[in-house]
């Protein structure tokens, strides 16, 4: 019975699960019996009514009245069970209870039609079996309407009303009435089909139904395990935006009760802006999102301190959301702070490179600011100095110092930047005109300038400004940023303290020693580099001493380029080594296939004197043309001596250990201080041509040229005037004590090949006007006096 009462199929299985269907299906089962009695209860009615009118003339009507009695009795009991049934509260076995007398009470009923169809179907005629037929289809019918989930019952009525309407078919009409039998069958079969095919969606019903309410259960009890143990929160909004179903782990979080945060604004949450803006749209348009990361504010979260969330959702079917919630304050201060350290300076907290570089792209991509944008580099003078005395923590308070003093200087939508280093970087927007920005440049030196007081010491220090201003025409940033590094560049060449700003001379300056320096790279692979040399005479004896070899650069568009329009750019760019050591080489080349014991001098520069290479190139070369370095000379400047490390005096020292001489050039300019001297023992002091110049008529440099060459005599030096172009110098030269002399009087530097023979050098230096070679006879006839005083 109990089968049957469920109509559970055989292999639902045991348990929790078949328990639950069974309950649901047994609920379902008498929500719909009960609803379709209610809707046949004046239908059944009319029907006995019109049993009884129809035959009341034929049939007994005792046998009628009592069989509609016993009909209305069923109908009344059914009723007062349905009306004492709650079906909201009632249980599992009172559902069953109800359900097994409904079914008894359907067989009863119908076991009832069966008996009045048979029984009258002996005193049907006319119009009554058309009556009787039609009350017998509609109770066949009534199957569709209150037993379509009844298994049982269907069956009882279909069975004992159709068996009944057989017979009363044969007792009417006997074979006659087959066919009828036939259709009546069909239409009996297909009926039962229509109600077992509905049952079995009721049952299936049922299955989703309970599988839905435990996956419900098992995400509800999973939700719940993951508020308590997980680090984030769900959260509820309604239609409208107010929260809902709050719960303990997010009240908690927003350190509110839940009762004051039920119903209230979510958004109320978090502080105005863009992602707030975002999140109300999502509300609104009830879209799904993911990630949006918004500030709480002040107070929300149980702290003072900036707190933000990152939240997720998705719209549920019944017009809310629910998402998730998490406290991304950690990982977003730390992005904070990266994004931070991206655009500024980790010391100085000014603007980086990266974020002034952006901001004046911006400005000069904006037509209507190009125009007045004006860019200020500012270099501090000899900074190095400080952290070398001072260390740099005393360094690094010093910039933060300067930084914060030029942002005092400038306007709030003004932009001060470190570049690096020492370099700042000031971005102004402003029409001003020249005078007007090299005033502003001069209030930045003047702050820069004023003292700085750090733990009780005081410091001064100063810079040098160079200034770019957007003019007509296109300049994008690259273009301005490299006009005021020229201007830079152009200041600090003038002294510390400066200012320069930025006009076409500088380009053109700029893009000469460019070009100088590209060709430069190709000049020596192309051949393009030959020596001159210029004879150095014995002032005592007016013969040829020595000569130093000059180096040229012959430019297929410039000409003869001297070392003066390009050494720079060499020792700038480290060009001067290969270029150095190619000198050495083709000095001695050359100058060893010509007749005669004299002196080759070649000069060195700073850098030349501090690489590893120097001796061995020297020795190589040397031995390579059968030079003896004794008639090697060297020269070099005090800036050699001025640097710092072992590696230059180590290199000196070697050269001398080889057998070359040293000498000192250009001396008595510069610092020109004797502790030179008397760091380093030199063979030759050459004096300036600046005291040369005029020496004749110039009773100071008379005297100073005097002092030196007393000086080197008392520290076994020899001396050597550079620049000599008259014969009255050469006379008062000898007589201040000079030994040697070189200059134009004697000779201009000229290709190697004018001194191969002695005939070509004496041809070279060959000149009436000069009157080199008047001094040398004049000298030549003092010397033959001398021998015969001697003899």
């Keep these: 019975m109990a089968k049957l009462d469920s109509g559970l199929p055989l292999d639902l299985g045991k348990g929790s699960a078949a328990e639950a269907v069974d309950r649901l299906l047994l609920a379902r089962r008498v929500a719909n019996v009960s609803a379709g009695s209610r809707l046949v209860l004046v239908a059944g009615t009319g029907s006995m009514a019109g049993v009884v009118y129809a035959f009341r003339d034929l049939a007994p009507l005792a046998v009628l009245l009592s069989w509609m009695a016993f009909q209305i009795a069923l109908l009344v009991i059914s009723t007062v069970l349905d009306y004492r049934l709650d079906r909201t509260h009632a249980g599992h076995a009172e559902l069953q209870q109800y359900w097994r007398r409904s079914m008894a009470m359907e067989v009863i009923r119908s076991a009832s039609w069966c ?54 078919m044969w007792i009417h009409s006997g074979v006659a009435s087959f066919p009828a039998i036939l259709l009546l069958a069909l239409f009996i079969l297909a009926l039962a089909g229509s109600v077992r095919e509905q049952d079995r969606q009721l049952i299936r019903w049922a299955q989703v139904e309970v599988d839905r309410g435990e996956a419900a259960d098992t995400v509800r009890l999973l939700l719940n395990d993951y508020e308590e143990h997980s680090s984030d929160w769900l959260w509820t909004v309604g239609a409208k935006g107010n929260l809902r179903d709050v719960t303990d782990r997010f009240a908690t979080a927003a350190a509110k009760p839940v009762d004051e945060l039920e119903a209230s604004d979510f958004l109320d949450l978090f502080t105005p802006g863009e992602e707030r803006d975002r999140l109300a749209r999502h509300i609104m348009e009830r879209s799904p999102f993911r990630g949006l990361v918004l500030r709480l504010r002040h107070g929300i979260g149980g702290s003072d301190a900036v707190r933000y969330w990152e939240l997720s959702a998705r719209p549920r079917s019944d017009g809310w959301m629910s998402g998730v919630a998490r406290d991304v304050t950690g990982d977003r201060l730390i992005e904070e702070r990266v994004a931070f350290m991206a655009h500024y300076d980790n010391l100085t907290g000014l603007a980086n490179r990266y974020l002034f570089n952006e901001r004046l792209r911006n400005a000069l991509e904006d037509g209507e600011r190009a125009r007045d944008v004006v860019l200020f580099y500012l270099d501090l003078d000899d900074f190095k100095a400080v952290n070398d005395t001072r260390g740099h923590l005393v360094g690094d308070r010093l910039l933060r110092e300067i930084g914060t003093r030029l942002e005092q200087e400038v306007r709030g939508q003004d932009l001060v930047a470190r570049l690096g280093g020492d370099e700042f970087a000031v971005l102004l927007e402003t029409r001003a005109g020249a005078g007007m920005l090299i005033e502003r440049a001069h209030r930045f030196l003047a702050v820069i300038r004023e003292p700085f007081e750090l733990d009780g010491q005081i410091y001064r220090i100063s810079g040098s400004i160079g200034i770019a201003q957007r003019c007509e025409g296109e300049c994008d940033a690259e273009e301005l940023m490299r006009r005021a590094d020229l201007a830079l560049f152009a200041a600090k060449d003038k002294g510390r303290d400066t200012i320069a700003l930025y006009d076409e001379a500088m380009d053109r300056a700029a893009r000469e020693r460019r070009e100088i320096e590209s060709d430069l790279r190709e000049a020596l692979s192309r051949g393009q580099l030959r020596l001159h040399y210029q004879p150095v005479i014995d002032l005592d004896s007016g013969e ?45 080349a050359e100058t060893g296939r010509w007749e005669g014991d004299f002196r080759i001098a070649i000069n060195l520069s700073p850098t030349q004197v501090r690489s590893p290479h120097l001796a061995d190139v020297v020795a190589q070369a040397a031995h390579t043309h059968g030079i003896s370095p004794r008639r090697v000379e060297f020269e070099i400047t005090e800036h050699v001596l001025m640097q710092k490390g072992t590696m230059c005096s180590s290199n000196l020292e070697k050269l001398r250990e080889f057998g070359a001489k040293i000498a000192l050039d250009d001396f008595g300019i510069g610092y020109s201080s004797l502790s030179y001297l008397r760091r380093f023992p030199f063979d030759r002091i050459k004096i300036d041509r600046d005291f040369v110049e005029g020496v004749e008529r110039s009773a100071d440099s008379q005297a100073i040229i005097s002092s030196i060459t007393r000086l080197a005599d008392a520290l076994g030096m020899a001396t050597t005037a550079e620049g000599v172009e008259t014969r009255a110098q050469l006379d008062l030269l000898r007589k201040l004590g000079c030994q040697e002399a070189q200059g134009y009087l004697i000779c201009e530097p000229v290709p190697g090949e004018n001194f191969i023979t002695f005939s070509a050098a004496k041809a070279a230096m060959k000149d009436d006007a000069s009157g080199i070679l008047d001094y040398r006879k004049a000298r030549e006839a003092v010397m033959k006096r001398r021998t015969q005083r001697a003899s």
């Design 115 to 168: 008996f009045i169809t048979v029984y009258l179907a002996f005193y049907a005629s006319g119009t009554a079996v058309a009556v009787l037929a039609a009350i017998t289809v509609a109770n066949l019918c009534t199957v569709l309407l209150v037993h379509r989930t009844a298994p049982v019952a269907a069956a009882a009525r279909l069975g004992l009303v159709g068996l009944a309407t057989v017979a009363a």
């Design 544 to 588: 040829v001493a020595g000569y130093e070899a000059l180096l040229r650069w012959y430019h297929p568009r410039r000409g003869i380029v001297t070392p003066a329009e390009f050494l720079e750019v060499a020792e700038e760019t480290g060009m001067i080594v290969p270029i150095g050591e190619w000198v050495i080489r083709q000095a001695l």
